[in-house]
């Protein structure tokens, strides 16, 4: 069986499509954290992230590779481990800006399919379960109220020692929203046979516990 999980940036895909794997001893892909390390690369090597043909040749002639290491992803871009990199918010800003290229888009499509080969995966993004995986046997699409999912962000940000503001946090998150929806190739948007799960005002483990009911209703009813 595999799970797709979509929805918006702040919504738990990554918290809850892990544990969901875990509880399952299934794969976990997070295909945000490959546009992330490609927008690492483009800031890093300060290649005009404005050139889709620049940004998608950086793509082509290099590989992205997601490990498993002590029950964590590792990301790396080439044999540079980017994993902690990848989280800043100049990586946020670039990452939504290439994943906006059908020509990236593209590349990074027959990757996740690649990798979802095998089977039993958890894959969370924006477009798994209407583009890379439209036959995955569960399809869940997460999401929140922008206020939750900016207050998750900011205490994010207040435990690693920073100091960011509540209302920047909504109005970074609206903006990203905006991109990841309207852009014109495999834009944010539930598939038709996925499961909506809103998670404004519920814990992570209630969460967990009702995308693993689903998995069970559809795994029996697949005997
Ligand atoms: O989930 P995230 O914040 O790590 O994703 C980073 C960016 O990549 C975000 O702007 C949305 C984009 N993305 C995408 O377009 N398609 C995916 N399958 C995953 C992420």
């Not at 889709?52 to 002639?61: D, P, Q, T």
């Not at 990848?86 to 990074?108: C, D, F, N």
């Not at 699409?141 to 100091?163: P, Y």
């Amino acid at each position: 069986m595999n799970i797709a999980i979509d929805g918006p940036a702040g919504a738990g895909k990554s918290t809850v499509a892990q544990q969901v794997a875990g509880k399952l001893g299934y794969l976990y892909i997070d295909t945000g954290s490959m546009y992330r390390a490609l927008a690492w690369a483009v800031h890093h090597y300060e290649i005009p992230v404005d050139n889709e043909e620049e940004v998608s040749r950086l793509l082509e002639k290099n590989t992205i590779r997601l490990e498993r290491d002590q029950g964590e992803q590792r990301v790396f871009w080439n044999d540079t481990d980017v994993t902690r990199l990848i989280r800043t918010p100049e990586v946020s800003e670039y990452a939504s800006i290439v994943a906006s290229y059908p020509a990236v888009r593209e590349q990074m499509l027959v990757l996740q399919r690649k990798m979802a080969q095998r089977g039993n995966v958890v894959m969370d993004g924006r477009d798994i379960g209407t583009h890379v995986l439209p036959d995955a046997e569960v399809k869940i699409f997460l999401t929140a109220s922008i206020q939750e999912r900016a207050r998750r962000r900011w205490s994010e940000l207040r435990a690693k020692g920073n100091d960011p503001q509540l209302s920047d946090m909504e109005k970074e998150i609206a903006e990203r929203d905006h991109r990841d929806m309207n852009r014109e190739v495999a834009p944010l948007r539930q598939a038709e046979d996925a499961v909506l799960v809103d998670t404004t005002g519920i814990s992570i483990e209630q969460v967990v516990d009702r995308i693993l009911q689903i998995c069970y209703r559809t795994g029996e009813s697949q005997l």
